[in-house]
């Protein structure tokens, strides 16, 4: 599987910071004409609505063209307004954000954290801005890492190299859910580990990673570098998974309600890591827990 740069962002970034924090609001009390002037002062198609702090809908300008069509300028944001509007949270990582897009077709996205309070908005030239100065960032910090780490194979003197880095993954703490792929990712690029093979490494980690926040009681990431191969084993003390080959259907999940509030439960998670991995191997007990075994072979650079 060729992984982009780009699809990698998506993955390691959050939502919250690619969000424009400084969200122009109006009160549900608000009139329709002054919702009219709101758009045109600051030049915006639309606007969350706040009411002590908790947005309680949205207005957008097919609202207002509505309202005009119909004389109904002075009628109360409240009554025009979307209720129960679709959100994503600011912990999420963007590419959550870039599949609403994706399949709703909006043009923004208001950004709540955990107690549903409003805390900022997205669009997609946001993620692109992001991304693009995320990409710079990266550069000029992998320009700074590439020290002799970047030569440690070609150095030791042995015959057999193995480096083991270890992650430890604690259950439904998503405030860190993220960091240990994060945390392999800076590693093997300040080993000089070739960029296409860490993309992989990032994607397969990040997903086994959520997989252990979400549905088990924790458990351990394990990567091996060597240097023609990464080998990650992720374990777990859990329920088990009853059918691991329906399991492995694209699209299949048995995420509860909240799982799905939460933004996760989408049934990709292990199709993604097996479409990165050069061997994948899952087992599972119900009632003990579940291994999974992944070689990613590294790139060379000619590739």
């Known amino acids: ?170 259950a439904r703490d998503f405030q860190r859910a993220g960091e240990a792929s994060s945390g392999l990712k800076t590693t093997l690029q300040r080993l000089g580990i070739h960029p296409h093979t860490v993309r992989r490494v990032t994607i397969a980690t990040y997903e086994a990673e959520m997989n252990l926040a979400i549905w088990s009681d924790g458990g351990e990431i394990v990567a091996e570098v060597q240097p023609s191969e990464i080998r990650m084993e992720v374990v777990d003390q859990g329920p088990g998974i009853p059918d691991p080959e329906l399991a492995m259907q694209p699209g299949f999940s048995t995420a509860t309600d909240w799982v799905r509030e939460m933004g996760f439960g989408a049934g990709m998670g292990l199709p993604n890591i097996e479409a990165c991995a050069d061997e994948f191997v899952l087992e599972s007990t119900v009632g003990v827990g579940t291994r999974l075994a992944i070689v990613i072979r590294q790139a060379t650079a000619a590739e």
Request: proline fraction near 3%.
């Open 1 to 170: 599987m060729e992984v982009s740069k780009l699809q990698e962002l998506a993955y390691e970034l959050k939502v919250g910071q690619a969000m424009t924090s400084d969200v122009i609001t109006l009160v549900p009390g608000a009139s329709m004409g002054e919702f009219r002037d709101v758009l045109r002062d600051h030049r915006i198609s639309g606007t969350p609505v706040v009411a002590d702090g908790e947005m309680v809908g949205i207005i957008s300008i097919e609202d207002l063209i509505k309202a005009l069509a119909n004389g109904e300028m002075s009628a109360r944001v409240e009554y025009k307004m979307t209720q129960d509007p679709v959100v994503i949270y600011e912990d999420e990582p963007l590419v959550h954000a870039v599949s609403r897009f994706s399949e709703l077709s909006f043009g923004r996205l208001p950004v709540v954290d955990r107690d549903r309070k409003l805390v900022g908005i997205i669009t997609q030239g946001d993620i692109v801005r992001a991304m693009l100065k995320r990409l710079e960032v990266d550069y000029h910090q992998e320009e700074i890492h590439r020290y002799r780490a970047s030569h440690i194979f070609e150095d030791i003197i042995a015959d057999h190299i193995t480096l083991v880095f270890g992650y430890h993954v604690v």
